[in-house]
């Protein structure tokens, strides 16, 4: 269900985004998955939990095993039965055959234990996948975001200077005052700072992108649209409680657990297998001896007193079920807290672009305005400045709102299995 829910969520971006040579977030997605660590480990995780359930599998199995000495020396029965010392050559081998009939649950137990592993193993890994996806998601939001930034800076610092530049030329003629010229320095350092930060912000985005993908961040296409999400919270929470691999370890934990209980139990009930044995031996008690034989039987073991070992193993296992049970509850617990995270931050960020949308609108017209009004001499220059600055905050309020409703709508998403 989980890598589905990743395959569906990648094509849904792969249907938004624009045909280009440029990468888009699918191709992000799916780099950022061939690279990750955390999914190798993950995939050797579910290999080692597949060879334990083989291993658990193999104990009903028959069992052969063959066994054999061989050597020389001397015996020396002192004249018993009027046997005289000789030099010998000892030879015994033996093989035997061994079939459990009854294990009084060990077996089964030690299978549903394995098994239990084996499918926490693959939550594991499809939690991995959806973490992974979850960063790729936010890192190439975090990326253009940064790197749209940085241009528009650019684009006011070179501005900046070229109106300082006039400013001071203006001065020089005595067009205006000397205070003019400082504000126009001033609001070209705060430009230039503000082209730092972008800068430094841009440089960490890309260097965590290449973390991630393996491979530095060329042209990105723009960010798609928001992934579909559940219509409701009470559905986000449903699907959640169905479909979140966090929850469904917790609850396979519980399991595993109660299968362990089983397992001690079982070690108070009796085992009956049954075996064939044949053997070989020469020369082993007095020279020249020769024995062959063949037996087979049934061979049983129950332990009546243990002194106490089964009965401490029962009560710490009787515990040990009761921390699963009790971790399945704060697990659920706390992941109904994540998702009504989640849900908030999807409507909150759904909000936020509509008024960043509007504040750029605004903003973008009032610049408009400005500059006819500067034309003509209503206002000065630095008025217009202003008014460029506003619109690069807006512009750079409505970038942020878009990638925060992007991750927002992805981290849902994931949380709740929904695959539109």
């Given at each position: 269900m989980r890598s589905l829910l990743v395959s569906a969520l990648i094509l849904s971006c792969v249907a938004v985004a624009p045909t280009a040579a440029a990468q888009d977030?699918?191709?992000?997605?799916?780099?950022?998955?061939?690279?990750?660590?955390?999914?190798?480990?993950?995939?050797?995780?579910?290999?080692?939990?597949g060879a334990r359930m083989d291993r658990a599998r193999a104990e009903a199995n028959p069992l052969l095993r063959l066994e054999g000495t061989a050597g020389f020396g001397r015996i020396d029965n002192g004249g018993f039965f009027g046997l005289t010392a000789g030099n010998v050559n000892?030879?015994?081998?033996?093989?035997?055959?061994?079939?459990?009939?009854?294990?009084?649950g060990r077996i089964g137990s030690a299978v549903d234990q394995a098994r239990g592993g084996q499918k926490i193993?693959?939550?594991?890994?499809?939690?991995?996948?959806?973490?992974?996806?979850?960063?790729?998601?936010?890192?190439?939001?975090?990326?253009?975001?940064?790197?749209?930034?940085?241009?528009?800076?650019?684009?006011?610092?070179?501005?900046?200077?070229?109106?300082?530049?006039?400013?001071?030329?203006?001065?020089?003629?005595?067009?205006?005052?000397?205070?003019?010229?400082?504000?126009?320095?001033?609001r070209?350092?705060?430009?230039?700072?503000?082209?730092?930060?972008?800068?430094?912000?841009?440089?960490?985005?890309?260097?965590?992108?290449?973390?991630?993908?393996?491979?530095?961040?060329?042209?990105?296409?723009?960010?798609?649209?928001?992934?579909?999400?559940?219509?409701?919270?009470?559905?986000?929470?449903?699907?959640?409680?169905a479909n979140n691999p966090a929850l469904k370890q917790a609850d396979q934990a519980v399991a595993v657990a109660g299968a362990g209980v089983h397992a001690v139990r079982a070690e108070t009930l009796p085992t009956v297998g049954a075996f064939a044995e044949a053997a070989h031996v020469r020369d082993q008690f007095f020279p020249g001896y020769k024995a062959d034989s063949v037996a087979v039987g049934v061979r049983g073991r129950w332990t009546i007193f243990s002194g106490g070992r089964n009965s401490s193993?029962?009560?710490?296992?009787?515990?040990?079920?009761?921390?699963?049970?009790?971790?399945?509850?704060?697990?659920?617990?706390?992941?109904?807290?994540?998702?009504?995270?989640?849900?908030?931050?999807?409507?909150?960020s759904q909000r936020m672009v509509a008024a960043s949308q509007l504040r750029l609108d605004a903003a973008t017209e009032a610049l408009r305005g400005t500059k006819l009004e500067a034309q003509v001499g209503a206002k000065p220059t630095l008025a217009v400045l202003d008014a460029e600055r506003e619109a690069i905050g807006s512009k750079a309020a409505l970038l942020e709102a878009e990638g925060q409703s992007l991750v927002a709508a992805w981290r849902l998403n994931v949380l709740t299995g929904f695959a539109p």
């Open positions: 977030l699918a191709a992000t997605i799916a780099d950022a998955l061939a690279n990750a660590p955390a999914l190798a480990e993950a995939k050797a995780g579910e290999a080692a939990a000892p030879l015994a081998v033996q093989a035997t055959a061994e079939w459990p009939l009854f294990t009084g193993a693959r939550l594991q890994g499809e939690q991995a996948r959806l973490q992974v996806t979850m960063l790729a998601v936010s890192t190439y939001a975090e990326v253009l975001t940064a790197r749209q930034l940085e241009q528009s800076y650019t684009g006011l610092v070179d501005e900046l200077r070229e109106v300082e530049r006039q400013a001071g030329l203006r001065f020089k003629v005595g067009e205006i005052a000397s205070s003019e010229v400082a504000q126009a320095r001033a070209r350092g705060e430009a230039e700072a503000g082209l730092a930060q972008a800068e430094g912000r841009r440089a960490s985005a890309e260097a965590a992108f290449e973390r991630l993908t393996g491979k530095a961040p060329g042209g990105l296409t723009s960010l798609p649209a928001d992934p579909l999400a559940p219509g409701s919270l009470a559905d986000a929470l449903d699907l959640a409680h193993q029962i009560r710490t296992a009787n515990a040990e079920l009761d921390g699963a049970e009790a971790r399945a509850r704060e697990a659920r617990l706390a992941l109904d807290g994540l998702v009504v995270d989640a849900w908030q931050a999807r409507q909150t």
